[in-house]
C-alpha cells in the first residue's frame, strides 16, 4: 500500500499523532492511516487490481501450511515501529506467529517480534513502500519484506535488516521463479510473473 504525507491544521492544546490519526480515521472512512518516522500517512482505498493481488499472494503461504499451526497469514494488520514513539505501519499482507495476540503494543498494533513477514503492494504513492518503509521495517527487524512493484514491474525481497536497511536487496523480473526464505517457516515459491499480472487492473473488453 502507498499512501501520501498529510498534514491536519488544529484548534487548542496540541494533541498526539494517534489522536490526530483517529480523527483522520474518522473523517476518512476505508483511508489507512500510518505514522512512518513521525510522519502521519494517509492512503485512498486501493484499487481492484491491488486487492487482487493480495488474494492470490496469499494462496502460496496458505499451500506451504503458514496459514495454520505456528503461523497465520493476515492482510492489514497493524505492526508497532520502534524507531518512532507513536510510529506504526498496517502492511498489506503480513506472516505472523499464531500467538501474535498475546503481543498486542498499542492503537491495534503488534510486536514486530511476531512479524516473519511483511509484503506490501504499490500504489499510487510507490516511493513509501520503496523507501520509508524499507528504512522503517529494518528498524524494526522484520527478517523478510516483500515488495510488488507495480510502478516499475519488479519483485523485490529484502532480507537480513542491519542498522536501519536489508543487507540483502534482491529485484526480480518478469519470466523469474523465486524461493523465498525458509526461515519464514516453510518453502514458498513464487512466480514474478504470474504476481506482477494479478496486479495490472483488467482492460473492458
Not at 512479524?115 to 516511493?127: A, D, I, K, P
Request: proline share 8%.
Amino acid at each position: 500500500m502507498s499512501a501520501a504525507a498529510a498534514e491536519y491544521p488544529y484548534d487548542g492544546p496540541p494533541e498526539s499523532q494517534l489522536e490526530t490519526a483517529d480523527s483522520i480515521v474518522e473523517q476518512l472512512p476505508g483511508y489507512r492511516v500510518e505514522i512512518i518516522g513521525g510522519v502521519i500517512t494517509v492512503a485512498p482505498p486501493p484499487d481492484g487490481a491491488h486487492a487482487r493481488a493480495l488474494r492470490k499472494l496469499a494462496r502460496p503461504f496458505e499451500d506451504a501450511g503458514l496459514d495454520e499451526g505456528e503461523t497465520e497469514v493476515l492482510q492489514a494488520i497493524g505492526l508497532w515501529l520502534p524507531a518512532g514513539p507513536e510510529d506504526f505501519a498496517v502492511p498489506d499482507l503480513s506472516l505472523v506467529d499464531a500467538d501474535f495476540e498475546e503481543h498486542l503494543m498499542q492503537y491495534n498494533c503488534y510486536d514486530p517480534a511476531v512479524f516473519r513477514l511483511v509484503l506490501e503492494v504499490t500504489s499510487g504513492n510507490y516511493q513509501q513502500d520503496l523507501r520509508n518503509k524499507v528504512t522503517a521495517y529494518a528498524e524494526a527487524k522484520i527478517p523478510v519484506y516483500v515488495i510488488v512493484d507495480r510502478k516499475h514491474n519488479r519483485l523485490h525481497v529484502l532480507t537480513d535488516p542491519v542498522d536501519g536497511d536489508y543487507a540483502s536487496h534482491r529485484i526480480h523480473a518478469p519470466g523469474e521463479q523465486i524461493v523465498l526464505p525458509e526461515s519464514i517457516g516453510a518453502e514458498v515459491k513464487l512466480d514474478v510473473s504470474a504476481v506482477l499480472k494479478s496486479g495490472e487492473p483488467r482492460k473492458a473488453t
